[in-house]
């Protein structure tokens, strides 16, 4: 399980660590795409077909909705190697969606990890 908050540096060649509590769960190989409310998700391979299936609530038939939300989720995943020092590339299209600057906070959700925007973050823990 993922839980905490971590504020983090982002390089201007867009690279960052992830937090060691959440590297060794996650492995050596992860999955970052687009999540909601404008932040990102990131997970192991090993448990992004789980996180899927939770969000589509393991659906047979391919309705609207489910095809939404697999067009959101699915098409902007990259798979994403995680080097010897822990930290990532964060893909441009993905750093341009969810705005992110010269800080982020890896926030653990329970199964997952959620990147977000230092500023946009500190906005929303004022609520």
């Known amino acids: 399980m993922f839980v905490g908050t971590y ?3 982002v390089t ?3 690279r960052t ?3 060691s509590v959440f590297r060794q769960k996650l492995g050596s190989s992860v999955i970052l795409a687009k999540w ?3 932040c990102l998700v990131l997970v192991g391979t090993d448990s992004w077909s789980a996180l899927l299936e939770r969000l589509t609530g393991g659906e047979k038939m391919i309705i609207e909705p489910i095809r939404e939300t697999e067009h959101f989720i699915f098409a902007s995943a990259y798979e994403v190697e995680v080097d010897e020092q822990g ?3 964060l893909p441009d299209r993905l750093v341009s969606y969810a705005n992110l600057g010269e800080q982020v906070y890896f926030l ?3 199964d997952r990890v959620e990147i977000w925007k230092k500023e946009t973050w500190d906005e929303k823990e004022k609520l």
């Open 17 to 19: 660590s992830i937090p």
């Open 36 to 38: 909601y409310e404008n």
């Open 12 to 14: 201007s060649g867009k």
């Open 108 to 110: 653990g959700i329970g």
């Open 87 to 89: 930290r990532v590339v």
């Open 7 to 9: 504020l983090v540096s």
